[in-house]
């Protein structure tokens, strides 16, 4: 096996189990290693710690598998991290038939991502290791699962950091159907896993969705009607569906894609539900907020969840400056005690940062506003704590007070 050395002093995140090697600390390797190949790296006076997969085309140049020397990388290895993530996700099946079987490196698979959606499997391989293969990990899938096919859509622009080239191809089984039918706490919702937005649906949301839900159910307790909502970037109606779901009066619908427009039309037939209560708008969301905030439009509750606005650390200040204007047009359409729900998918984006940008909205808005809870990604996005880069997805449920 070839080694890979580090730069004197640079072992100490493996050190803490940080799955990645920087390009930046590599001292040089004993041989010449192909992309995805196993590879022991060491440190600058020789001690183990970690078998990786190597990149040589990415400026991570390599992506730990395993910190345990007495470990093979062979094809039971990964038999086995597959059947545990599989098993880890088992309690989510009473609720949903739309699970994120595999989350990267949370579950020592660094690079891969596997949705199931009902009887069908979709992945998304990010990184050369898991590329290196795929043919056996679609294989494995379809033997822990019992799936009827794997369809893989590896097309993110991250694959070309990893000098890998886009693919949208079936890996194993069945073709999948145009539309599979998906249903999450009482919801039905059709997915297009060729064509859809990741894997085809927003599968982080779910407990979002499931609290917007349940907001409409208790304001219509509480004040006798149904919430007036706006859903921005709403995609195929996720959010939308789950406010009809709970009894919100009217939902109005912004995203710019038509065909994502359809989808959730045709899913709110889908359910049985009221159609004279949801309006989709085929609209950019920056001029629909503004073009309602001048209308005197208001809401009792405003979604606001964008795509990434930031895809590494150079973006991060024009996606402040995107954040920081839909949250403060967001603000001004809601009524005196109306809540607003905001989202950021931007890794590059954290926590911290994301509060100062919807602070500062809410102080250019001119309102008092309380941060009555947090969003994140569910249980079958775990955090693996020694790699926070994991966390993406951020959420704040703002009241605005009267």
Request: charged share 30%; hydrophobic share 40%.
């Given at each position: 096996?070839?080694?890979?050395?580090?730069?004197?002093?640079?072992?100490?995140?493996?050190?803490?189990?940080?799955?990645?090697?920087?390009?930046?600390?590599?001292?040089?390797?004993?041989?010449?290693?192909?992309?995805?190949?196993?590879?022991?790296?060491?440190?600058?006076?020789?001690?183990?710690?970690?078998?990786?997969?190597?990149?040589?085309?990415?400026?991570?140049?390599?992506?730990?598998?395993?910190?345990?020397?007495?470990?093979?990388?062979?094809?039971?290895?990964?038999?086995?991290?597959?059947?545990?993530?599989?098993?880890?996700?088992?309690?989510?099946?009473?609720?949903?038939?739309?699970?994120?079987?595999?989350?990267?490196?949370?579950?020592?698979?660094?690079?891969?991502?596997?949705?199931?959606?009902?009887?069908?499997?979709?992945?998304?391989?990010?990184?050369?290791?898991?590329?290196?293969?795929?043919?056996?990990?679609?294989?494995?899938?379809?033997?822990?699962?019992?799936?009827?096919?794997?369809?893989?859509?590896?097309?993110?622009?991250?694959?070309?950091?990893?000098?890998?080239?886009?693919?949208?191809?079936?890996?194993?089984?069945?073709?999948?159907?145009?539309?599979?039918?998906?249903?999450?706490?009482?919801?039905?919702?059709?997915?297009?896993?060729?064509?859809?937005?990741?894997?085809?649906?927003?599968?982080?949301?779910?407990?979002?969705?499931?609290?917007?839900?349940?907001?409409?159910?208790?304001?219509?307790?509480?004040?006798?009607?149904?919430?007036?909502?706006?859903?921005?970037?709403?995609?195929?109606?996720?959010?939308?569906?789950?406010?009809?779901?709970?009894?919100?009066?009217s939902v109005v619908s912004v995203d710019s894609s038509e065909e994502a427009l359809r989808m959730a039309a045709a899913n709110v037939r889908r359910n049985g539900f009221d159609e004279s209560k949801a309006e989709?708008?085929?609209?950019?969301?920056?001029?629909?907020?503004?073009?309602?905030?001048?209308?005197?439009?208001?809401?009792?509750?405003?979604?606001?969840?964008?795509?990434?606005?930031?895809?590494?650390?150079?973006?991060?200040?024009?996606?402040?400056?995107?954040?920081?204007?839909?949250?403060?047009?967001?603000?001004?359409?809601?009524?005196?005690?109306?809540?607003?729900?905001?989202?950021?998918?931007?890794?590059?984006?954290?926590?911290?940062?994301?509060?100062?940008?919807?602070?500062?909205?809410?102080?250019?808005?001119?309102?008092?506003?309380?941060?009555?809870?947090?969003?994140?990604?569910?249980?079958?996005?775990?955090?693996?704590?020694?790699?926070?880069?994991?966390?993406?997805?951020?959420?704040?449920?703002?009241?605005?007070?009267?």
């Amino acid at each position: 096996m070839i080694d890979l050395i580090l730069k004197k002093s640079k072992e100490k995140s493996l050190l803490r189990r940080h799955p990645w090697v920087y390009d930046t600390a590599v001292a040089r390797m004993t041989g010449k290693s192909a992309s995805g190949e196993t590879v022991r790296v060491l440190s600058n006076d020789g001690r183990f710690l970690a078998y990786a997969a190597f990149s040589p085309f990415s400026s991570i140049r390599a992506r730990c598998w395993s910190f345990r020397e007495d470990e093979r990388i062979d094809e039971a290895w990964f038999a086995q991290k597959i059947r545990q993530a599989v098993e880890a996700r088992a309690d989510l099946w009473s609720r949903t038939n739309a699970v994120r079987l595999v989350f990267g490196e949370a579950d020592g698979l660094p690079g891969l991502i596997v949705d199931q959606y009902d009887d069908f499997l979709v992945t998304q391989f990010q990184a050369a290791g898991v590329e290196a293969r795929r043919t056996l990990i679609g294989r494995l899938l379809m033997e822990a699962t019992g799936a009827r096919g794997v369809f893989d859509r590896s097309d993110a622009a991250t694959r070309r950091r990893e000098g890998l080239e886009p693919r949208i191809e079936l890996l194993a089984g069945e073709e999948p159907p145009v539309e599979i039918e998906v249903v999450e706490d009482g919801v039905r919702y059709g997915v297009d896993v060729r064509v859809g937005h990741k894997t085809g649906f927003y599968i982080d949301q779910r407990e979002s969705r499931l609290t917007a839900q349940k907001v409409a159910e208790r304001f219509r307790e509480k004040h006798g009607r149904g919430l007036r909502a706006l859903n921005c970037f709403c995609y195929t109606g996720g959010f939308s569906l789950a406010l009809l779901k709970g009894g919100a009066e009217s939902v109005v619908s912004v995203d710019s894609s038509e065909e994502a427009l359809r989808m959730a039309a045709a899913n709110v037939r889908r359910n049985g539900f009221d159609e004279s209560k949801a309006e989709f708008l085929c609209e950019d969301v920056f001029t629909a907020l503004r073009r309602m905030r001048d209308a005197g439009e208001t809401f009792d509750l405003v979604i606001l969840d964008p795509p990434k606005f930031a895809s590494s650390h150079y973006h991060v200040d024009r996606a402040a400056r995107a954040y920081k204007d839909i949250n403060l047009n967001g603000l001004k359409l809601l009524r005196p005690d109306g809540e607003l729900f905001t989202f950021s998918c931007s890794g590059a984006i954290d926590q911290d940062l994301f509060q100062k940008i919807v602070a500062g909205a809410i102080f250019d808005a001119g309102v008092d506003a309380w941060a009555i809870g947090r969003f994140g990604a569910g249980i079958d996005h775990p955090l693996l704590m020694t790699y926070p880069e994991g966390e993406y997805l951020k959420g704040l449920r703002i009241l605005v007070r009267p």
